[in-house]
């Protein structure tokens, strides 16, 4: 995401932007944001190793949050996380997987659409929150089928480049699409893995403008199992998703703005999903794991 605006129209910093803070172990409001976020991606930066990513999004609502370093289902069990969406960012409580005294954290933080709306461009009816500005929608809908494939409205009105889904109701993997890799093949945020092939994750279907093409895998859509997704498009000086080949040494990739938030991720071999910002300096933290900031050395 870009940190310097390229239009009077399009100020990036009212799109997407990284917050860092302190826990105390108590109400803790977050602000400085110029916009309400509507998905905030929580994790620990340093006084406590072993704790959790925590995903939290306005459809599915405050106290409810994902974790990206597991396979694991909707955890609404601790009702003292993150309890609001503020207008200028959020309000935290004493739990301490994200507000303990003593531990710095960081906040990746998107804007949607604000409040849900139905969407029934595709075969399942969706609940949307969707940002054409920025590119950014969360979707949430109740799967329908075991057997043949299924398409769900997006609200973005541009082709996703890059969506991430997963089941809110049992333990299975995070599903991730990447134009780049082509809709035959998948990665899993929860995983080093390296990009597998099958049809039973986009049933070999691109996205549109208005659908994205799910199959009858568990990861992305079965019969009576809640799922989220949240979805990407690319926003010319804004954002982008692309890829390149490493050369094992010093590599200049061109994304025609500066970066201000930065997700990579090998997709021939087994290696971390690399997450890097413009507010933590040389440092890098690892999408599936639950590790504290660690030298990009």
């Known amino acids: 995401m870009d940190s310097a605006p390229t239009t009077p129209d399009l100020d990036p910093k009212k799109g997407f932007d990284v917050v860092t803070y302190s826990g105390n172990s108590t109400v803790n409001n977050i602000g400085g944001l110029l ?25 599915r609502g405050p106290t409810k949050f994902l974790i990206s370093n597991s396979n694991g289902a909707e955890n609404s069990s601790y009702d003292n996380n993150l309890t609001a969406f503020n207008p200028d960012g959020f309000r935290l409580e004493e739990e301490p997987d994200f507000n303990s005294s003593g531990r710095t954290y960081v906040g990746w933080c998107w804007r949607a659409g604000g409040p849900a709306v139905s969407n029934s461009d595709g075969t399942i009816t969706t609940e949307v929150s969707a940002n054409t500005d920025y590119g950014f929608s969360i979707i949430k809908f109740l799967g329908v089928n075991n057997a043949t494939p299924s398409t ?21 993997n995070w599903a991730v699409y990447h134009a780049s890799l082509g809709n035959t093949k998948y990665l ?39 799922y989220v997704v949240y979805a990407w498009s690319e926003v010319s000086g804004y954002s982008k998703f692309s890829s390149y080949s490493g050369t ?25 999903w690399q997450i890097k910002d413009k507010e933590r300096g040389d440092v890098v933290l690892f999408a599936d794991t639950n590790g504290t900031d660690t030298s990009d050395g």
């Open 248 to 272: 094992g040494s010093t590599h200049t990739v061109d994304c025609g703005f500066r970066p201000a938030f930065l997700i990579v991720k090998s997709s021939t071999g087994a290696y971390n």
């Open 188 to 226: 899993q945020l929860n995983s080093t893995a390296a990009a597998a092939t099958s049809s039973q994750y986009w049933n070999d279907t691109s996205p549109t403008t208005s659908v994205i093409t799910l199959n009858n895998h568990e990861d992305v859509q079965r019969i009576n199992r809640n």
């Open 35 to 59: 916009f309400e976020p509507g998905l905030v991606w929580l994790k620990t930066r340093t006084g406590h190793s072993g704790k959790n990513h925590g995903l939290f999004d306005v459809v």
């Open 152 to 172: 769900v409205g997006h609200g973005l009105g541009a082709v996703p480049k890059f969506v991430l889904v997963k089941n809110l109701t049992d333990a299975e």
